[in-house]
């Protein structure tokens, strides 16, 4: 796959498991100029495809994703933690439909996920880092 395959189907994804929230894709301050865009937001950053010399059809990809809500700042423990349960419940959904979808196209290596505590410019949630190896077709 190509990167604006790739794009296109974590974007399609994030869409089926998020219907109310928004998918981005781009930089920390692409998402920040972006105030109106309804929460949970989940932003796939820009990422590099790595290839092996002579193989031209198959590439890896290592893609990082934030599944974030807005935090104020003055959200206590509590709710903060509420906000890092759902969103990591939110991440366990997207993993589970995009294996599900991309089972034969996608091979699925290194899957991390960590709590992300008001960070930028003041959301919390979920951070997921993955490698996909994918075939480009000829």
Known sequence: MNYQTIVDAIRDTANEVNPTGTFTHGRNSDQANTPEKA??????FP????????NLHERKSNLLMYFV?????????????????????????????LETDF???????????????NILEGVTGYGLSMDITTSVSC
């Open 39 to 44: 929460y949970p937001r989940i932003n796939l």
């Open 47 to 54: 990422f590099i495809q790595e290839r092996t010399p002579g």
């Open 69 to 97: 809500k807005a935090d104020s700042g003055e959200n206590d423990m509590a709710e903060r933690e509420a906000t890092i349960a759902e969103m990591q419940t939110l991440v366990d959904s997207f993993i589970t439909q």
């Open 103 to 117: 089972e034969n196209s996608m091979q699925f290596d290194r899957v991390r996920d960590e709590p992300l505590y």
